[in-house]
């Protein structure tokens, strides 16, 4: 089944925050983050594991929180580039199936 | 390093024809995908292969073939063309397999238009 993200789109400032999350109604192995810009292909971002791991990609970390299902990526202190589609990729605790979500639209405007 | 590449970067086809879509990677991956991406849907995974040989159903494999003749090379191939399967369409390879923890390199994708 497909996660859930939240927002399904956002409008920034550059300069300012942004939280993008994503749940699951199933109990999570790991949590996959990707960004696709405009045109272009899906590039990856970090994998969480479960344990609550906290990564982090230049500006950009993410949390996980098993107990909840739920995975959140923060953005700090947004750039132009920061614009693009962001997809989170969920796998259970069987292995067996990996599924994105619809992806929240991100745009980071000047 | 080329990456993964896909071939043809765009088509149009009328309903009912065939057509052959070729990914290939130069990473000596052992996984790789195929998926259809549509607006507000995300990535759906039409099919996979683990290997050489070997290939498996994915979340929305009706109405598609998949092949993986040589480890570099994984073709999608749609018998019958149907407007619903406009989309476009990405390649994916990975060294390990969904149940690992391991990154996936996408290609630029192909847009296919059905008419």
């Known amino acids: 089944q497909q996660p859930v993200q939240s927002p399904q789109a956002v409008i920034l400032r550059e300069g300012e925050d942004a939280v993008i999350n994503c749940s699951s109604s199933?109990?999570?192995?790991?949590v996959h983050w990707y960004r696709q810009k405009h045109g272009e292909a899906p590039v990856f971002l970090m994998i969480?594991?479960?344990?609550?791991e906290q990564k982090g990609h230049e500006k950009i970390s993410a949390s996980f929180n098993e107990k909840k299902q739920q995975s959140s990526l923060y953005l700090t202190a947004s750039q132009l580039s920061y614009s693009g589609t962001y997809f989170c990729?969920?796998?259970?605790?069987?292995?067996?199936?990996?599924?994105f979500g619809p992806g929240t639209r991100l745009s980071v405007l000047p | 390093n080329a990456g993964v590449t896909q071939t043809p970067k765009f088509r149009v086809l009328k309903t009912g024809q065939s057509m052959t879509l070729l990914c290939a990677q130069d990473?000596?991956?052992?996984?790789m995908y195929w998926y259809r991406q549509d607006p507000g849907m995300g990535l759906r995974l039409i099919h996979y292969?683990?290997?050489?040989?070997?290939?498996a159903k994915g979340e929305v494999p009706d109405g598609y073939n998949v092949s993986r003749l040589k480890k570099q090379n994984f073709l999608l191939g749609l018998e019958s063309a149907a407007p619903s399967q406009t989309s476009v369409y990405f390649c994916?390879?990975?060294?390990?397999?969904?149940?690992?923890?391991?990154?996936?390199?996408f290609g630029p994708g192909t847009r296919l238009l059905v008419l």
């Open positions: 990473m000596n991956h052992e996984y």
């Open positions: 969480l594991l479960k344990g609550g």
């Open positions: 990729g969920t796998r259970d605790n069987y292995g067996q199936n990996f599924v």
């Open positions: 994916a390879s990975s060294y390990g397999g969904l149940a690992a923890q391991e990154t996936q390199y």
């Open positions: 199933k109990a999570l192995y790991s």
């Open positions: 292969s683990v290997g050489e040989g070997t290939t």
